[in-house]
Each structure stands twice: as structure tokens, then as C-alpha cells.
């Protein structure tokens, strides 16, 4: 049994465990190495009072926080436009569609969930490009429309999620609920929504946490990288994401550059926490229903 | 006992996928008492019951023909041929037929909210009316006493048996008028079985009850009626229990085998 | 009979449930319809310098993007050819431990989370990262600038690791469990049974997985923005720079103004918008046959 194949093939499992998490620490290492030490509300503010910065009474030129500020606020709006229709779909599809519109709408939820985001990038400027050309010739791009292709870009991560959490809840309580007379919307939003309501905003936190990371989107659709706190949903905003690349390329000197480090930790925390609050909430929904075994 | 029939059925086949589970079965069911369906595992007692409050519609792929009539307070419904009724009369019709699973299907909330929810959503019960309704089904079935501190805790919590009379309870909220029971003891301990055919005895003086159930034993407690279903889902013979004994049922239990291949779903 | 007015509440439900499929399908539509109306056009222009040629040099009024569509396929390749390997192997190490050991099981734990916690990275952290650890480390081993398609496949690699490592663990896995314990009464261990008996027949599974690694490293914008060095050529070599479409998208936006430039731009986006509608395609049909 033990062939030169097999031998190869079990060194190379070894290899790749070795390899790959050695990679990834120097990666990460690395980067905690420079950004750790920089975190702190110097980073943030620098040195502007944090209350006058949070109430915008001051401006934040050299710190992250009108960055933090943006991405907070896309992300909000995004999760805002996109909870309905995605609850809602994933809804649809898991208790009401028949097998075919199952399948045909499932095939385009799949499509759209691997989408490169840039191409829902490119959605947000043509859709502007078209609203200039007919009806509002001052069309531009900013918060609104960002927001607006994040959300479509999330879309897929709410349908999904939403879908699975509702057909995990077993088919006997489902049979149940239709014994005692209830009809199946009835049963959908007045017992499985709850049931499921845990898996549903684990997929939530996820969009969170897909909406806070990419940049390919917001940077068709009015990122910019000096905005201060945008003040209203069509003007141009900054954003975390946006910020670290334009750092990377951008950087003037060192301080410029830490500052770079510092929001690339920050963002790497924020999406980590972020996935494991996902998890913890997606293992909670799992154990209530197959723990009892 | 009353002769006028709670249940009549003509000719009535079902089949998932094509692959017939019951057929052609004739059945007369009394307005009062216990009717018990006993068979073979797979024989489409299940089937039968579910064929009674048109719950099969919910599976994919189910087929019915044949005749289903219920003859109940309000009185005749046509349960069978139905064709594609309003979900109004679905729900009607399932308030007025009360049905307990297997397994205790309690919803993952609260004890409150499981008797709840239906009063809710098909009875539209008032909310004033909501408290007392809840406690009358659940004093019902002597759950009350056990439950009335703890109303708010997840129903999940209470022991197997209190779960299946809370089911049972959620069921008699709704007023039904006649009862389905799908072995409601097999997944209980003896204690707990006791108790629930102990409420079924009570029960019985208001409601009509049809009810599956595996063990022979317990079928000749509680039946009036004793219905044997033969292998290859065919009608089910009927017979009154008095002067069985356990090896009599067993024998005639075998004797409906009949050379029909046995339907499992 | 009663309750005329819950049902009336209930139809409203259905209704909300219908408007919510309505929404999220009409913007689905309206995303395939819009890049599709804006990129046709641009097929029937044909002039000389239109997309279809080799030479971007827009002040010439050469407006090419064969470079781009070759330095994708060439970067989604070779991100594959470096990151897939590792992947399946990593997997395959980490759902056939053998049979006993502590410290066996707590590494292939550890290990485990910490590829979940890979799918957690920002792309554009990656690309910080790499921009001042791997493409100095390129350049002061290997030559070049830094900016390099080979700095590009190697983060494009590990980007794509975690999505492979979990969709063959799910494939595999399962075949793995209900093998594994008649392959232990013949005598063979679990990496054993991974190798004659489950990987053999896992062709679709492997496939599937390869193919969306391959849809996600074309897709992807910041790590080829950032590291690949964007010159509009075919790449001589692999420490020469090279762009990718994605990479042309962004740029095009942030540098020319111009109708021609932006038809380059709606055209790769077309080009993008069927890769991965080619991709989703496949896996469906990987996905129904197993």
C-alpha cells in the first residue's frame, strides 16, 4: 500500500501545514509588529478632543476618525437597504417558492454572491453615467449610491443566510404549525423568523463585516480621500478600506505611513471580531436545534 | 353510544410520487369514543390519519382521490375531493380538527407564546380573551398546576410528557371537534403515557378521537373501536375490543397480512 | 367565518415577502442589464484601437485591453497553480489526523481556525502588508521592482487558500466519515483512505473547487491594484509588472475621462460579469451531479 505516491502526497499535507499558518503569522505578525503600537485615540483624533471630534464641532485632518466615521455610516445604510429585501428573499425562497422558482432564483442569488464587487462598482458609475445622460444631469456619485451597491453586493450573504437559517428549523414543527390551522406565510413570519433569528443576524454580521472590507466598490462610487465627516447622503465620504490603500500609495512620510499600519489592524480587529461574533451567533442557532442528539 | 359517524370515507387513495400508500380504503368512524388504528409499521396508518385533515398536501408529490367526509357539530365537511380550496377553509378545517404528533412538536418559544400563537393566528382570538382561554385548555390537561408559575419559560424546559400535553392543550385551544392523535405516547416514558391516556379517557367525553397507536396493550385500554389495518394500505377492519387479549390482536394482526407488498415511506 | 382581517393581515405579509423577492431579483436584473446595454455598443464600434487590440496608450488614442484580459487570466492562473496545491493539501491534512495524539488533533484545531479567521482578512490589508513585507522581499531576492505579477499570484494565492480549504472540507469530508471506519477495520489510517479510496472518486468536488478559487482570484481588485505593477503589457516574465482587468477598471475611473476609455471599462466589465456567470454556472452543474 504504501507507494512513492502516497509518500509524496502525506510529505505534502505535512509541508502545507507548516507553510501556510508560517505564512500567514509572518503576514499578520508583521503587520501587528508596526500597528500595534500605534492604536490608540492619537490615531484616532490626533490630538483633537475625542468629543469634539465625535460631534464634528472640530475637523480631523491627520487622524482615522473621519475614515471610521464613513465607514460606520456606509456600512449602516448598507445594512438599512439591504435587510428587507435580503430577509425578505431568503423568506420567499426557503418557505413560499415552488421547486422551480427555487431553482431559477437560487441560480441568480448564487450569481450575484460571486460577483467580483468591482463589477457592482462599475453598476454604481454606469447607473450614474445613465442618470446624467436622462434625467438629472447633476447626478454624482457619493454615500447614497455607495451604499447602495454595497448592498447588493451583501445581498446574496443576507438571502442566504436567511435561507438556510429557515430551513434548518425542522419540517415536524413545520407540520405542526400547519396541523393547527396556521397557513405557511403564518408560519414563516410568526415561527420560523423567530426560530431562525439567530442565523439570521449571524449573515447580518457578516454582511457588516463584507460591507466594512471592500473597497473595489466605494471606489467607483465616491470615495474620497480627504471628505472630512460627510454631512449628507449624496456627498462624497472617506472610508477605512479606501484610506489604507491610499496610504499604501500615497504616503508622504512616516507618520503618514504608521498611520496606514495602524488603520489596517484596526480594520484587520474589526473584521476578525466581526467573524466571530458571526460564529458564535450562527453555533448558538446550531445547538438549539441539533444539541439535543 | 351514539351511531351517527363522526368520519366517513369512500374509496380514498394516497399516493406520493405515484407510488400508492393507501388504497381504496372504506372506512365509517363513530361519532363518539376512541377509534384505534393499529397495523404493521408502513401500512399507511399515518397516512390515513393525515388524509383526515388534509395534512398530506403538505408533502410534495401527494396525490388524493377517493371521498372524505366529516360529520361534526357544525354539521357535513367535505374533506375530500377538495381540488384547491381557499386557505381559509384549510384552516377552518384544521382548527376544527385537532391533531398531536409522534414526538412532542412544542415551537421553541415560550409555554405562553406555543398557546398563544395559534389562538392568534387562526382562531383571532381577542387579547382579552387570550389568559383565560389558555388557562382552561391547559387546566384541560392537568398542566396548569405544573406550568401556571412558569409561563414564560421555554417550553423546550418541560419534562417529555408535560410537552406532549402541552401539544395537546395548544390543540384544544382552538375548540377542535374532533381529535387526531399519531401515537402521542410512543416517545414518552411509562409514567408519562399513563397520564396522557388518562387524559385521552377524559377527553373523550367531548371529543371524538382518532388515534394511532403501536402498542397493542394500550389500544385495548382505550379503544371503542378497534380498526386493523392490513399490510398494502386497505381498509382496516373493524371490531369492538371487548373479550381481546393481547394474542388474539396479535393473531388477527397477522392474519390481515395479506401477500400486497408492504408500502414504506 | 372569522378572522376576515388576520387573513387580510396575513395576505399583506405575502405581499411584503413578494415585494422583497421583487426587490433583491430587479436589482440583480438590473445589474446584468446595465453592464450588458453599456458594453453592446462598443462591440459594434469597431474602429481601429477599440478594445480588441493589444496597445493601451490612450494619448495615441490606442485603447486595448487583450493586456488586461491576458494578464487576468495569466495572475488567476498562476494564483491557482500556487494556491490551490497548498489548499488541497492543507485540507486533506487537517480532516485525516491519525488516530491518536493530543497534540495532533489541538494543531489541526488551531490550524483550522486560523484558515476560518483567513476568510476574515481584508483584501486591501493584504495588500498593505504585502506592499511593504513581500514586494521588498521580491525585490531585494529575486530582482525587479517588487511590483510584480508574481508578488500579485503569491497574495492572490493565499486569498483563495481558506475559500478552497473549506469547500473541499465540506466535499471531502463527509466522503472521508463514511469511509473511513471500514477502511480502519482493513487496516489503513485515515490519510490512507483520503488517498485510495476518497480522492480518487472526488474529481467534481476538486473541480468545483478550483473553479470558484479561479472566479475569486479574477475577481479581485485590490491585491492586483496594489501589487501587480499595472503596466498595460504582456508580462516577459514573472517579476515583470502586469494588469489585470480589474486592476484597469480602477484605474480608468481614477485617471481618463473619455468615451473611449470608458468603453474599455464597460467592456471588462462585461468580460468580468461572464467569467463569473461561466463560474457560478459550472459549479451548479458540479454541484447537482454529486
Known amino acids: ?128 453615467l445613465f442618470l446624467r445622460r436622462t434625467f438629472f444631469p447633476g447626478a454624482n456619485t457619493g454615500l447614497l449610491l455607495a451604499a447602495s451597491c454595497l448592498a447588493l453586493l451583501v445581498l446574496p450573504v443576507l438571502i442566504v443566510s436567511t435561507r438556510e437559517a429557515v430551513e434548518s428549523v425542522p419540517e415536524t414543527l413545520k407540520l405542526a404549525a400547519a396541523a393547527l ?54 456627498d462624497k465620504f472617506e472610508a477605512l478600506s479606501f484610506e489604507i490603500f491610499y496610504i499604501s500609495a500615497q504616503y508622504q512620510d512616516q507618520e503618514e505611513l504608521l498611520r496606514g499600519f495602524g488603520a489596517a489592524v484596526f480594520l484587520l480587529l474589526v473584521s476578525c471580531v466581526l467573524l466571530l461574533a458571526a460564529r458564535v451567533l450562527e453555533r448558538a442557532f446550531h445547538r438549539r436545534w441539533q444539541g439535543k442528539r | 353510544m351514539e351511531q351517527m359517524p363522526a368520519v366517513a370515507v369512500r374509496r380514498l387513495s394516497v399516493s406520493f410520487f405515484g407510488r400508492a400508500v393507501i388504497r381504496d380504503v372504506e372506512l365509517s368512524l363513530p361519532g363518539g369514543g376512541i377509534s384505534v388504528l393499529v397495523g404493521r409499521s408502513g401500512c399507511g396508518k399515518t397516512t390515513l390519519l393525515r388524509a383526515l385533515n388534509r395534512l398530506n398536501g403538505e408533502f410534495p408529490g401527494c396525490r388524493t382521490t377517493g371521498q372524505v367526509e366529516l360529520f361534526l357539530r357544525g354539521g357535513r365537511h367535505v374533506v375530500y375531493p377538495g381540488g384547491d380550496q381557499p386557505p381559509l377553509e ?148 373493524a371490531c369492538t375490543p371487548e373479550g381481546l387479549d393481547e394474542r388474539t390482536l396479535e393473531a388477527l394482526l397477522q392474519e390481515t397480512k395479506e401477500d400486497a407488498p408492504c408500502v414504506t415511506r | 367565518m372569522s378572522g376576515g382581517g388576520s387573513a387580510r393581515r396575513w395576505e399583506a405579509g405575502r405581499l411584503a415577502l413578494r415585494l422583497a423577492l421583487f426587490l433583491s431579483m430587479t436589482g440583480i436584473a438590473l445589474l446584468v442589464l446595465m453592464v450588458v446595454a453599456f458594453a453592446l455598443p462598443v462591440f459594434s464600434a469597431g474602429e481601429s484601437g477599440g478594445p480588441f487590440s493589444w496597445v493601451w496608450a490612450p494619448a495615441q488614442g490606442k485603447f486595448g485591453i487583450l493586456p488586461m484580459i491576458a494578464g487576468s487570466l495569466i495572475l488567476g492562473t498562476s494564483a491557482l497553480a500556487l494556491g490551490w496545491p497548498l489548499a488541497a493539501a492543507l485540507c486533506c491534512w487537517l480532516i485525516a489526523p491519525p488516530p491518536s495524539g493530543r497534540f495532533s488533533r489541538l494543531s489541526r484545531a488551531l490550524v483550522g481556525e486560523l484558515v476560518r479567521l483567513m476568510t476574515a482578512v481584508p ?126 477598471m480602477a484605474l480608468v475611473t481614477s485617471n481618463e475621462a473619455g468615451s473611449a476609455a470608458y468603453d474599455s471599462l464597460f467592456m471588462a466589465g462585461l468580460i468580468l460579469l461572464t467569467v463569473n456567470a461561466v463560474v457560478s454556472l459550472c459549479l451548479r452543474r458540479l454541484g447537482g451531479r454529486s
Open chain 1, 1 to 128: 500500500m504504501r507507494d512513492a505516491g502516497f509518500r509524496c502526497f502525506q510529505a505534502a499535507a505535512r509541508l502545507s501545514a507548516v507553510l501556510v499558518p508560517a505564512f500567514v503569522f509572518i503576514l499578520l505578525g508583521y503587520l501587528l509588529w508596526r500597528g500595534l503600537p500605534v492604536l490608540g485615540t492619537k490615531l484616532l483624533f490626533a490630538g483633537v478632543p475625542p468629543l469634539d471630534a465625535v460631534s464634528g464641532r472640530v475637523p480631523v485632518w491627520d487622524g482615522l476618525w473621519p475614515a471610521c466615521a464613513g465607514t460606520f455610516r456606509l456600512v449602516l445604510l448598507t445594512v438599512a437597504l439591504a435587510l428587507f429585501p435580503g430577509v425578505g428573499c431568503g423568506l420567499y425562497l426557503a418557505g413560499l417558492a415552488t421547486p422551480r422558482q427555487k431553482h431559477v432564483f437560487g441560480a441568480a442569488v448564487d450569481m450575484l454572491a460571486g460577483m467580483p464587487s468591482i463589477v457592482m462598482g462599475l453598476f454604481g458609475f454606469m447607473l450614474i
Open chain 1, 181 to 234: 390551522g396556521m397557513s405557511r406565510v403564518q408560519t414563516l413570519l410568526r415561527l420560523c423568523l423567530p426560530a431562525a433569528a439567530p442565523g439570521i443576524s449571524g449573515g447580518v454580521v457578516l454582511a457588516v463585516g463584507r460591507a466594512a472590507e471592500d473597497t473595489a466598490v466605494i471606489l467607483f462610487t465616491g470615495v474620497v480621500a480627504d471628505a472630512g465627516l460627510a454631512a449628507g447622503l449624496l
Open chain 2, 90 to 237: 384549510l384552516r377552518e378545517l384544521r382548527r376544527r380538527v385537532g391533531m398531536v404528533f409522534q414526538t412532542p412538536q412544542v415551537f421553541p418559544t415560550s409555554v405562553y407564546r406555543n398557546m398563544a400563537l395559534p389562538l392568534q393566528t387562526v382562531a383571532d382570538c381577542p387579547g382579552t380573551e387570550l389568559d383565560g382561554r389558555i388557562e382552561a385548555a391547559l387546566r384541560q390537561v392537568d398542566l396548569w398546576r405544573e406550568v401556571h408559575d412558569r409561563l414564560q419559560t421555554p417550553a423546550e424546559r418541560l419534562s417529555g410528557g408535560q410537552q406532549q400535553r402541552l401539544c395537546l392543550a395548544r390543540a384544544l385551544t382552538l375548540e377542535p371537534e374532533l381529535l387526531l392523535l399519531d401515537e402521542p405516547t410512543a416517545s414518552l416514558d411509562v409514567h408519562a403515557a399513563r397520564h396522557v391516556e388518562e387524559l385521552l379517557l377524559r377527553l373523550v367525553e367531548h371529543y371524538p378521537i382518532v388515534m394511532v397507536s403501536h402498542s397493542l396493550s394500550q389500544s385495548l385500554r382505550l379503544a371503542s373501536t378497534l380498526l386493523i389495518m392490513g399490510t398494502g394500505g386497505t381498509s382496516p377492519r
Open chain 3, 123 to 248: 483584501t486591501v490589508v493584504y495588500g498593505f502588508t504585502a506592499v511593504f513585507l513581500l514586494s521588498p522581499f521580491i525585490r531585494s531576492w529575486l530582482g525587479g521592482t517588487g511590483m510584480s505579477g508574481l508578488t500579485a499570484a503569491v497574495m492572490l494565492g493565499v486569498l483563495i487558500l481558506p475559500t478552497v480549504v473549506l469547500v473541499l472540507q465540506a466535499g471531502l469530508g463527509a466522503r472521508l466519515e463514511s469511509v473511513a471506519l471500514s477502511g480502519a477495520a482493513l487496516g489503513m489510517d485515515r490519510m490512507e483512505v483520503l488517498w485510495h479510496v476518497v480522492l480518487p472518486r472526488a474529481r467534481d468536488t476538486l473541480l468545483a473547487s478550483a473553479i470558484l478559487g479561479f472566479g475569486r482570484a479574477v475577481g479581485d481588485t485590490m491585491l492586483p491594484l496594489m501589487l501587480a505593477g499595472n503596466a498595460p503589457q504582456l508580462p516577459a516574465s514573472p517579476l515583470a509588472a502586469l494588469r489585470t482587468l480589474t486592476a484597469h
